[in-house]
């Protein structure tokens, strides 16, 4: 028997969290006089008194048991949120029918930043101020989703990562949990309010320089601007580029960093690929950019430097409009879509310690070609990698593009052109934002037909959950076992 | 050190082998009193001379101790027969430079069937059956590579399911190879006869009927006509169909079948899993033909039948213009093209025993995570499947996935749009012909750059020989190694 009393009052607790950040939304439209503050009081008293009478529902129990109940919890906990986040888009009217407003939403709360507004600057201060804190608070769900649930449930293997260079997670998922989670929230919101002063020293406003703080740190991508952040100076830019990367690194190598521990950042072997390949792609657009566009040196680097950063780290800012590239620049920038950066991130996708092991097993078969009896252990860094998690690691990828071969295949079927619906499906599974085509950096997510965004919000979420939490609940085993 | 003179004595028993199959050419061309018997028996005198030259060198020695030699020569024999193989088309003028020349034989002994000529039906019978005799000869080639030379190598986990539906394949690569490569060429040569006389039989003349047999049962692609199969009966077509599934279906299993075996045959759960996939797909693709553009369930059927046989089989005939088709039939198509059909036949690509080993394990990570401490062992029908094998078939996929994305950027970077460039690359790497946009089922490859179709050549020999045993060749610790 499921515990349904668990799962409500689960429920309950999320949307008393969650409504209490449209308070602070209606703050925010108070204290700019917007006519919007009564949005935002009557969706906080619907979010919080069903909040409150689902968590009513709370009660004490041995966790451990509650493995099946935890699983339906990570995943449907989005969808919740989803639901009752939507309320202020279409309270204020700013989203007129309730698909665009749950795609909105949820793109905001996994982070993705694909969105259907198309004129955002006409959107009042507190409808932006709450579709950047779905990113907020999308990202300190998943700082405690991939830092500790996901890796004891042991996901697509990455229980093996996290364990490595956290060091502060344990099997056990009670009661480590909750001073991980305190102790990386605390870090990630020191980076917030550390970018939102880098940003104020360049001159943004604050209202906009926290807002993008959000979309950063979160790896989300909303912006308060309808050309992203194409209009700001190259300070800002690099600015954000430098938060993106923080973004995208294991938030447990700040933990180690901030008890002064530098080798533990500088020895981990997936940090170095992660700025390896910044650097390379990077330097390999800019030679492009400038050789064959002859376009100035500084500005060709920081476009390139700026986009790559934004696509691997999964964030989705846009400072130039790469579709307008040479093809083999757009289809760069497509592959990068499939790496994701550091585990224990923020940001989404397959992730670079996925892709270390898949090599890593690719060098070892050759090297077993020419040592036929050899047993090679497959090893990153100093740690060898069990079989376990080469296979979960195998399934991941299988899985993952199976599922962005068949999202491709419906988003073509419901009327999409092949290369947007590739791009919309690998945008919306590495939660990254702008895709390819229709749905370029340029283009939004407003005319892709309402079944579209349907799949494109699942697609979203399974690839935020790490495939499996989600796909698990579809499995008639699962419903089964007692 | 090297044994060099087993390395050529070995090329030259190749081009020995091969000039005689230009004397026949040579002998077509008497037959019709073409201009170009003297061209054949040039090609013919430098190819055999030059093998005998090399075949010279042969001498005795224990063959185990040459296993570097091997996998030099198995890559090699194909770059050297190909560039002889192109002495008719330049001496002949039918083909007027040497990438191209090059580029039409490689895509004939990989029986890939990508082709730069324009007007086929322009060419000389002596020329066209050349064309077609590259296929054949590639065919042979495959069967041997595929049944004895690759299992004993271990590659991509293609010993597991050879040696077991086999029977025929032992450890020791000396005797029982030759055993089993005669006994595999005579069911591929009395199926070639026997889709000759069904071909007769729908009243296709001789000369037409054997060349189309060599495309089919190579599973090569190369037509003698403009049009490629689109002008033919509807029963033809349905003749190339069926010896389209044959040419993919695993060879050992005709083996058992002739000695009555039926069980083999029926039992086997990779041509049971063809079967399902080629008629699933086709009939979705009819009634999306049907049902949406309205054409009659026959022809739709037929179209639908036809293309999905030839793209899954890596043929590549083309009966109907597939990239008329809605964009999410292409995309089908496209997927396809990443299916292959079954180990042991003359199919390229991936191969469908890998992706079952690839599901198989995606499913055991589900029952997994509901009966955390069970050790579920992958299995295949009834046989287990050992981590070793997973990992190579790991290895492979990745490998495959990373070649297809390097080739496709390398195309567009000379120059070819994303989607003709990824169709390109995916045509050649599964041996199959026809691709998507300008390398489309009715275009041909004429247009790429040089550049380009040096890229393909490459890659429809690493497809055609499972990658790994092209790629060991670039390794330092291959040569290092004594």
């Not at 991939?146 to 293997?157: C, K, R, S």
């Not at 170095?272 to 657009?285: N, P, R």
Request: include cysteine.
């Amino acid at each position: 028997m499921l515990d349904k009393r668990f799962i409500l009052s689960a429920f309950g607790l999320a949307l008393v969290f969650e409504s209490l950040f449209m308070l602070i939304c209606a703050g925010v439209s108070v204290l700019y006089g917007e006519a919007d503050t009564h949005t935002f009081i009557s969706s906080f008293v619907i979010t919080f008194l069903t909040g409150g009478i689902c968590w009513w529902f709370n009660h004490r129990k041995e966790k451990e048991q509650l493995k099946r109940e935890s699983f339906i919890v990570v995943t449907a906990v989005w969808v919740v949120m989803s639901l009752f986040g939507a309320l202020p888009y279409l309270l204020s009217g700013a989203i007129n029918n309730f698909t665009d407003a749950f795609f909105e939403t949820i793109s905001g709360f996994t982070t993705t930043g694909a969105s259907v507004i198309n004129d955002i600057e006409a959107l009042s201060h507190g409808i932006l101020f709450w579709r950047s804190t779905t990113h907020l608070i999308g990202g300190m769900g998943i700082i405690v989703l991939a830092v500790a649930i996901l890796p004891y449930f042991g996901f697509g293997g990455m229980q093996l990562f996290s364990a490595e260079s956290a060091g502060v997670v344990n099997e056990k998922l009670h009661p480590k949990i909750t001073r991980t989670a305190k102790s990386l929230w605390g870090i990630y919101v020191l980076l917030v309010a550390l970018e939102t002063i880098f940003l104020l020293i360049g001159g943004m406003p604050l209202f906009d320089a926290l807002c993008h703080s959000f979309g950063t740190l979160a790896s989300g991508g909303f912006s308060t601007k309808n050309d992203s952040v194409a209009g700001y100076s190259p300070y800002i830019q690099y600015v954000l580029v430098v938060f993106m990367i923080f973004a995208g690194t294991n938030f447990s190598l700040f933990y180690f960093l901030g008890k002064g521990n530098w080798r533990k950042l500088l020895c981990n072997a997936e940090f170095k690929i992660y700025l390896s390949i910044i650097l390379i792609t990077s330097l390999i657009i800019t030679a492009s950019l400038c050789i064959i566009d002859h376009a100035p040196v500084e500005q060709s680097f920081r476009a390139a430097l700026f986009q790559v950063s934004s696509i691997i780290t999964s964030t989705g800012f846009v400072s130039a409009d790469y579709s307008l590239w040479h093809p083999y620049l757009v289809f760069l920038i497509f592959l990068l879509m499939f790496s994701g950066a550091c585990v224990g991130s923020t940001s989404g996708g397959i992730k670079l310690f996925r892709h270390m092991i898949l090599f890593k097993n690719i060098r070892i078969e050759f090297k077993k070609m020419t040592h036929t009896h050899a047993v090679i252990p497959l090893k990153i860094g100093k740690k060898s990698v069990s079989s376990e998690v080469v296979y979960k690691v195998l399934a991941f990828l299988v899985l993952y593009m199976v599922i962005c071969a068949i999202g491709t295949f419906l988003l073509t079927f419901v009327g999409m052109s092949i290369d947007s619906a590739a791009g919309a499906v690998a945008t919306s599974m590495g939660g990254i934002g702008p895709g390819l085509g229709s749905v370029g950096p340029v283009n939004n997510f407003l005319h892709v037909p309402h079944s579209g965004k349907w799949i494109l919000s699942f697609l979203m979420l399974l690839g935020r959950l790490e495939l499996f939490s989600v796909l698990i609940l579809f499995s008639p085993n699962f419903w089964r076992h007692q």
